[in-house]
């Protein structure tokens, strides 16, 4: 952000479950906020605020926040928060840049790496974000989230500070912001745990039976360690991440008996809304998702580097035959164990 500017315009890109609630959050504490929403969820929004919930209805708060619909309503625009997934990244760039050039400094908040290859050909005051928030839209206009959470950010070489604390002491007592220096650990951190996603949105866990639960664990456990153990041979390091289990401990169950590790797996999702690739596949009912951009770069990774990946590979192609069907229809635990098991042989 300039120096010379208080309080300058910010936009927040994407209303949807992140987008929104960030912005419900913000708003309250910064007024010159606005949300880029269309079609009928801005047209709820504006007409009756924005809910916001943790958990539950009953604790709902109902947030006035400004609207815009296109770009060019605040042509003074200073920070772009960009609220995407991976699969729009591209088309949204393009629009952020037809409309503003490369003047506003970018903060990107999508899962994995993709945005560092996307958004460098347009901008080159990029700030990349961690998310560590699990939010959900119920309908248009209402949003869920377990935990409030915060956000990691950073820059690829530790530049823009000023701006960065900036941005991270004027949104204060509405969301918080954590810089750090080592973004790509930070980004490489939390990409074991987006793994997850695929394996509870291909396996039926709602409804599994007791003799199906160690299947469970053992995938679940046994893909996460795999995806560590590819990012260390790569060079990446662990960041610690508040709310997120080490990867000490994630290797330490995937050594428990899988009856254990299953009894975990239900234990730790208990409570916990939808995740981002649920709610693409199974709730919204499209085809589209994340997968290639978090599950594909991992195997991709791990094919330059020489390492086999029989888990995230089996998921990975699972997932992509399985959400090209309409409808979509989850697979049982049972199902996908048999399938790794050929893939071990």
């Known amino acids: ?34 949300l880029l929403a269309r079609g009928q969820n801005a047209q709820v929004i504006k007409t009756k605020g924005l809910i916001l919930y943790q958990n539950s209805l009953d604790y709902k708060k109902v947030i006035k926040v400004n609207i815009i619909d296109d770009l060019n309503e605040k042509p ?92 991270k002491n004027s949104f204060v007592g509405g969301f918080k912001f954590r810089i750090s220096q080592r973004i790509q650990d930070a980004i490489h951190t939390k990409l074991v745990f987006n793994l997850s996603n695929s394996i509870l949105t291909l396996i039926n866990h709602t409804e599994i039976d007791k003799d199906s639960v160690p299947k469970l664990g053992h995938i679940y456990y046994r893909t996460l360690v795999e995806g560590i153990n590819i990012l260390e041979i790569a060079g990446f390091k662990e960041h610690r991440l508040p709310g997120l289990v080490p990867w000490s401990v994630l290797k330490k169950v995937a050594k428990e008996s899988d009856e254990t590790s299953g009894t975990m ?75 790794i098991q050929e893939k071990l042989k």
């Open 265 to 339: 797996v239900l234990n730790q999702i208990k409570g916990v809304g939808p995740n981002s690739m649920t709610q693409d596949i199974i709730i919204r009912q499209k085809t589209q998702s994340e997968l290639e951009h978090l599950n594909g770069y991992l195997i991709s990774l791990a094919k330059k580097l020489g390492i086999s990946a029989p888990y995230s590979s089996t998921i990975n192609e699972l997932c992509k035959s399985q959400f090209q069907k309409k409808p979509f229809k989850q697979l049982e635990a049972e199902d996908v164990w048999q399938v």
């Open 76 to 167: 003074n625009t200073a920070v772009v928060i960009i609220a995407v997934k991976n699969y729009d990244l591209e088309e949204v760039a393009k629009d952020i840049y037809s409309k503003f050039g490369d003047n506003p400094i970018i903060i990107a908040l999508q899962n994995g790496v993709e945005n560092q290859r996307v958004l460098p050909k347009y901008f080159s005051k990029v700030i990349y974000g961690d998310i560590m928030i699990s939010a959900w839209r119920d309908q248009p206009g209402v949003f869920g989230h377990a935990v409030k959470g915060y956000a990691i950010i950073g820059t690829l070489n530790n530049n823009l500070q000023t701006e960065m604390n900036d941005i």
């Open 1 to 34: 952000m300039e120096e010379n500017q208080i309080n300058p315009d910010i936009v927040i890109y994407g209303a949807g479950a992140i987008g929104a609630s960030i912005c419900g959050w913000i708003t309250p504490v910064y007024s010159n906020v606005y």
